[in-house]
Every structure is written in C-alpha cells, then in structure tokens.
C-alpha cells in the first residue's frame, strides 16, 4: 500500500510536473513573441520619426537656398531625399503589420514623395534663375500642407505604437510573473530540476529587467545628454503643479535656448555640436541644487524646474550662473564663449494658472532675451532684462 500510494504520488507529481511544464512553454513562447513585438514596434516608431526629421532637413535646406542661393545649403537636401524613402522602407519592412498602419504608411508614401517632387520643382527653379517662380511655389502653402499632413500621420501613427508598446510590456511583465511562478513550483516539487530551471529564470529575469531598464530609460531620458527629455519634464512640471496648487507654494520655470549654437552646426558639423550639448548637460547640472530639475526638451533647448518661492534678484544671480557657466570653451574646436544662453523666466502662479500658460509666459521671457541682446535673463509679465550678458570670447 505505501508503494502504491508512493507511486500514485508521484504519477501525480509527474503530471503536475508536465502540465506546468506545457504551461511554462507556453509564456515562454508568448514571451519571445512579446519580444519579437517590441522590436518590430521600436524599428516602426524609429523610422517614423526619421521620415519627419528628414523631411524637415530636406525643408530647411529647400529654403534656406531659395533665400541665399548658396549651394553648399542643398547639402542636407540631396542626403535627405535619399533618407527620406530608406526611412519609409524601413518602416515598411519593420514587420509591424497593423492594418492601419500600413494604410497611413502608404499614404504617407504619397506625401513625402508629393513634398519631395515640390522641393525638387522650386531647387531647379532656383538653379535656373527663376527666383520669382521658385518662391511663387513656395508661397501657395502645397508643400507646407503636405508636411502638416505628414505631421500629423506620423504623430498619430508614433502614439499608436507607442501605446501598443505599453500594453505589449504590460502582458511581457505579467507572463513574466506566471512563468516565474509555475518555474518555483516545479523547483519545489524536483529539487535535482530546479537548480538549473532557477539558474536559467535568474538569466532571463537579469535580461529582461535589463531591457525593461532601457526601455524606460529611453521613453524617459534623452540619449545624447542623459538628461530627462519633454516627455518626463512634462509629467514632472505636472507633479509639481499640483503639488503647488494644493500647498500654495509657488516654483519657477526657465526656459533656455542656446545662443549661436546653429553656428557650431554649421561650421563644425553635426559631431561637435552634440558634444557641445552634452558639456552644456554636465555644466548646468553642476550648478543645481536641491528642488531644482533639469532637462533637455529638444535641439538647442532646456528647460529648469526651481521648487519654493524666490525673489527676482535671487533667479538673476542663479541666471548668471547658468550664463556664465557656458563662458569657458566648451569643446577643444571652440573659443571661449563661442556658445552662450538665453534665459526666460516665469513664476507659477504669478505668471500663469496652469502648465501651459506658465510655458507660454516663459518663452515670451524667452523671446524677449532672445532680442533684447541674447545671454540675459528676461522675466514674464514685465518682459524685462535683469541681467549682464555673457562673458565675449
């Protein structure tokens, strides 16, 4: 009888054991498919967003040579036709094969060709010296409606992924879960497999968490500089907006906009100026203190979160700081202050009731620096200067 009842038991053990071990093949399989999703998503969202910027390239270098003539502005023109349709092909073959995402692909196809034939239409133009016809073209607004289109497939298409993206790791993180599960139930019922079962779940979990790191870490953080990028300084500024709004204690906002540093671009190309940023990163991390956040919110601009209420005089001289830290050479290519800041400031909630009037009421300060003589502070409402400019080379 305790035989038979042993051996009963370990039937039943065997099957338990099978059973879950169909199932843990299962999430495993459904994992690796998870994560074949996930990169069929990033390649889509990636190229995306590459069409656009070459797009614009291509834009910017189409006026700038209708307005100088210079040739050497066609540079990004003729790199970014080509870039344009990789990008686009890219996409295609990303293996992402929403149905409506294909749909907008091709008709964003159709825009970027459109918008490409316009550009090409006003650059031969201009070649031929038809100045007048040339701008003639620019002016009906086809290619700017065109981009506005692009625009705005891209942005919902970019959405869309991303919001599959989440729910893809939301289900990744919860078969993770199971499979870990269903794996420490089978290492209690055969100690001799759960050794090498746990070691192996140990290794996918480190990678796992790792890619979930990065993942984050990407959607939060701005590659170049490691700085929090708009997306985190927005939910940031919002935390921090209600925060204020329920203690009644106010923060400040300033807005900055490097000075010359499409110069740096132009001149030293594209390489010295992401250098430039990530030294610009480093120096004005280096003046923050305590309740003061920092990020980049794209190209030549950042942002400040400073948390408590502090008087003009007090953001001047913080200003001046910011301002004079960029003084010194910032690169081994550069004199000393080849590259300056200017600095808008707004208060909330003296300068706006929410988050978008209180951005709107910096970047006028900003304006006004911007042409009130650049590397000063302006301050919102009075639009005022309250500061010396830069250090000159």
């Known amino acids: 009888m305790p035989l038979r009842r042993s051996g009963a038991t370990l039937a039943l053990a065997f099957a338990m054991i099978v059973a879950m071990s169909v199932f843990f093949v299962s999430e ?6 998870a994560m074949g999703e996930l990169r069929r998503n990033d390649t889509a969202r990636i190229q995306l967003r590459n069409v656009l910027l070459n797009l614009l390239n291509v834009e910017t270098a189409q006026r700038g040579f209708l307005l100088t003539g210079d040739v050497s502005a066609l540079q990004p023109y003729h790199a970014g036709r080509g870039a344009v349709r990789d990008s686009l092909r890219l996409a295609a073959s990303s293996g992402y094969e929403h149905p409506d995402f294909l749909r907008n692909l091709r008709a964003l196809g159709v825009l970027a060709e459109s918008k490409l034939a316009e550009v090409d239409h006003t650059v031969q133009l201009r070649r031929q010296g038809h100045d007048a016809a040339a701008l003639a073209v620019v002016r009906t607004g086809y290619g700017m409606a065109l981009m506005r289109q692009a625009r705005d497939i891209i942005g919902i298409e970019v959405e869309r992924l991303r ?5 893809t790791m939301d289900g990744f993180n919860d078969r993770l879960l199971r499979a870990a599960v269903i794996l420490v139930l089978i290492l209690t019922t055969v100690v001799c497999m759960a050794v090498q079962a746990w070691r192996s779940l140990l290794a996918a979990a480190r990678n796992n968490s790792e890619l979930a790191r990065r993942l984050a870490l990407e959607a939060s953080h701005d590659v170049l500089t490691g700085l ?11 935390r921090l ?7 009644g204690k106010p923060f400040t906002l300033l807005a900055l906009d490097l000075d010359r540093f499409k110069d740096v671009n132009d001149s030293h190309g594209h390489g010295v100026g992401d250098e430039v940023l990530k030294a610009v990163a480093v120096r004005f991390q280096a003046l923050l203190g305590g309740g003061e956040f920092l990020a980049r919110l794209g190209g030549d601009e950042f942002a400040i979160l400073i948390e408590g209420e502090l008087s003009r005089h007090q953001l001047a001289r913080f200003g001046e700081r910011l301002i004079h830290a960029l003084a010194p050479s910032l690169h081994p290519q550069l004199a000393a202050g080849a590259v300056g800041v200017s600095i808008g400031a707004a208060s909330f909630p003296l300068d706006g009731r929410d988050l978008e009037g209180l951005v709107q009421a910096a970047d006028d300060a900003l304006y006004a620096s911007k042409h009130g003589g650049r590397g000063i502070v302006s301050f919102a409402r009075a ?6 400019q830069a250090i000159p080379a």
Do not use: C, E, Y
Not at 228 to 238: L, T
Not at 383 to 388: D, E, I, Q, R
């Open 28 to 33: 495993v399989v459904d994992l690796r498919r």
């Open 163 to 167: 919001i599959a993206r989440d729910a």
């Open 228 to 238: 929090p990028n708009r997306r985190f300084f927005d939910k940031w500024a919002r």
């Open 241 to 247: 907006l209600a925060k204020s709004q329920r203690s």
């Open 383 to 388: 639009g005022a200067s309250m500061h010396t």
